[in-house]
T-cell receptor, first 115, second 114 residues
Framework: GAGVSQSPRYKVAKRGQDVALRCDPI?????LFWYQQALGQGPEFLTY????????KSGLPSDRFFAERPEGSVSTLKIQRTQQEDSAVYLC?????????????FGPGTRLTVT | AQKVTQAQTEISVVEKEDVTLDCVYE???????LFWYKQPPSGELVFLIR??????QNEISGRYSWNFQKSTSSFNFTITASQVVDSAVYFC???????????FGQGTRLTINP
């Protein structure tokens, strides 16, 4: 079956522009996660959805970052007024259900470069 | 707070050598889960293994093995008879019971030279 897909794979934005990053989770997966991975670093948690409910957004770095999953499947991460420090790879992951017995499966990421 | 430390930033070995990647974690929780992921150049994190804190048995899967020791808060990963295709960045991660997010280490870049 298809894995997690993300689009676009690469995005270049000028500082101050808004961007929207899309994630298509594995079909039937209830939980969806966004992580930010800076160059040479491990991924860092941004936010988590169970179906359409955003249950944890403690990792969002500022109010410029906003995520949604209105129908409980596709999710969009939006960054407003991008800054250079937003340059990173944004990874999306999904898991079948919440709970400790379920692994997170990751997409290929969107590499965002803010110039 | 939870923390994962992978002290080895980069490792380079010749093909067929054995190599061990170290992972040390910190948590006050008694129930937690440890993971290893592989990130090849394509960028997608590939799940390798999950262990829970109550199961300290070592695990072997082909050329891969994992050594979990609660006494030293370590969860090390060994590749036996390494191959060029093993070249990637490897991440160790931790999740505590009741939380959904993964806490990752900084990763170890492994290069296997022919």
């Amino acid at each position: 079956g298809a894995g997690v897909s993300q689009s676009p794979r690469y995005k270049v934005a000028k500082r101050g522009q808004d961007v929207a990053l899309r994630c298509d989770p594995i079909s039937g997966h209830v939980s969806l996660f966004w992580y930010q991975q800076a160059l040479g670093q491990g991924p860092e948690f941004l936010t988590y959805f169970q179906n359409e409910a955003q249950l944890d957004k403690s990792g969002l770095p500022s109010d410029r970052f906003f995520a949604e999953r209105p129908e409980g499947s596709v999710s969009t991460l939006k960054i407003q007024r991008t800054q250079q420090e937003d340059s990173a790879v944004y990874l999306c992951a999904s898991s079948y259900r919440q709970g400790e017995g379920y692994e997170q499966y990751f997409g290929p990421g969107t590499r965002l470069t803010v110039t | 707070a939870q923390k994962v430390t992978q002290a080895q930033t980069e490792i380079s070995v010749v093909e067929k050598e054995d190599v061990t990647l170290d992972c040390v974690y910190e948590t006050r929780d008694t129930t937690y889960y440890l993971f290893w992921y592989k990130q090849p150049p394509s960028g997608e994190l590939v799940f390798l293994i999950r262990r829970n804190s109550f199961d300290e048995q070592n695990e072997i899967s082909g050329r891969y093995s994992w050594n979990f020791q609660k006494s030293t808060s370590s969860f090390n990963f060994t590749i036996t008879a390494s191959q060029v295709v093993d070249s990637a960045v490897y991440f160790c991660a931790l999740r505590i019971q009741g939380a959904q997010k993964l806490v990752f280490g900084q990763g170890t870049r492994l290069t296997i030279n022919p």
